[in-house]
């Protein structure tokens, strides 16, 4: 008998991901509408389904450069640069990665030392804190509230910085909330961070997916490239989650510690799937901007929806993201997304696993047909007239 745990004490005290124990009750219910899933529900276009498939009739089948296929980091340089108005070296300031998930585990094992302290805004995606734990770095929390549309507070940034405060950590347009922070705001939080020489770890997965205005990258305010690790990918815009490619954009001397660490762990990003991003970044281009069109439309239904059901919902700028308000029932996030799925058989997020501040809201996605989202407010509606 093994008397002695070999598990190390950090991995233990992690929690497991909040999100998977509500899908994993959808998954053995039949009938049940998820709006809890954070993917497209739009298959990857068929010219870049092509292009992987040729890739793989022409044997490209070998491990590419570690840092991705030259023409690919060329043209996400092409891309940031067109797109974004921001000018990245293919050849040392761009990594290709395993999704943006591989891109964030790389930035934060790049520049966290033990006992540095890493600002992480919530609510959040359930994989930041535990990011920053793993890496050897102490996660400190920024909430963010409803009456501020959920976007941070430039003083309550401020007063979250420590001597031990190395860099901060933020989502624009964010994951659950859908916030979209605009140049203005993005300006207020710079002078922040360059006043206290921070790095910024900004995850743009949503770039493309604004609704309202036109999307700034942290990294094109003035006197932040160079303080700015710019985390994006192609799994939420040109609909490519289960492709795992992604990239992160940083300074030359982060770069290639970002290299390092992607060498000895993962070698290479998946060959077809780079020759995939390729086509996507070329000519995928009028599909997104489809696909973008269309979550607008759902958006504005679903959060309309929400707030004649009397479930008051602020109006997301990006991502395919609605956070309503379950305040009125009397029931926490978990008590009601645990209810809802049992009695209507819909799934939705509970909004504490994002962090504190989503308590009292919940995580809809509206990446599902216009016949789904419907269905599922009548079903939402339904129940809460049990509370009136």
Not at 261 to 289: D, F, N, W
């Amino acid at each position: 008998m093994i008397k002695t745990s070999y598990v190390s004490k950090k991995v233990q005290g992690l929690k497991p991901s909040g999100i998977r124990r509500f899908f994993d009750l959808a998954a053995n219910m039949e009938g049940v509408i998820s709006l809890g899933v954070g993917e497209p529900d739009f298959v990857t276009s068929w010219t870049i389904r092509e292009a992987a498939i040729h890739s793989l009739e022409e044997g490209y089948t070998t491990y590419t450069a570690n840092a991705g296929m030259l023409e690919l980091r060329k043209e996400i340089s092409r891309y940031m640069e067109q797109r974004f108005n921001i000018s990245y070296d293919p050849d040392n300031q761009i990594i290709v990665t395993v999704g943006g998930s591989e891109a964030l585990d790389l930035a934060l094992r790049a520049i966290i030392d033990p006992g540095d302290e890493v600002i992480v805004v919530e609510p959040c995606f359930v994989a930041y804190a535990p990011l920053v734990t793993m890496a050897g770095g102490n996660p400190v929390t920024v909430q963010t509230r409803k009456e501020n549309d959920f976007k941070l507070m430039p003083e309550e940034l401020e007063a979250a910085i420590t001597p031990k405060t190395k860099a901060m950590l933020i989502c624009s347009p964010n994951n659950p909330t859908g916030t979209q922070l605009g140049k203005a705001d993005l300006e207020k939080i710079a002078e922040i961070v360059k006043k206290h020489d921070l790095l910024v770890i900004s995850d743009e997965i949503y770039a493309e997916l604004s609704y309202d205005e036109e999307f700034t990258s942290f990294a094109a305010i003035n006197g932040l490239i160079e303080r700015t690790i710019l985390i994006n990918g192609f799994s939420k815009a040109f609909a490519m989650t289960g492709w795992r490619l992604g990239f992160v954009c940083a300074p030359k001397e982060i770069s290639e510690a970002i290299y390092k660490i992607h060498q000895y762990g993962m070698m290479c990003a998946s060959t077809m799937s780079q020759y995939a991003g390729i086509e996507a970044l070329k000519h995928g281009r009028p599909e997104v901007e489809m696909m973008r069109q269309s979550y607008r439309r759902r958006r504005n239904y679903i959060v309309k929806s929400f707030n004649e059901i009397g479930m008051d919902c602020h109006n997301p700028g990006g991502a395919f993201y609605a956070f309503p308000s379950v305040a009125r029932t009397g029931l926490s996030s978990q008590e009601f997304a645990e209810k809802l799925l049992m009695e209507e058989k819909v799934a939705v997020v509970p909004g504490d696993v994002f962090g504190e501040s989503g308590e009292g809201h919940v995580r809809c996605s509206y990446a599902s047909s216009m016949e789904q989202l419907k269905e599922a407010i009548t079903r939402i509606d339904r129940f809460l007239k049990k509370f009136q």
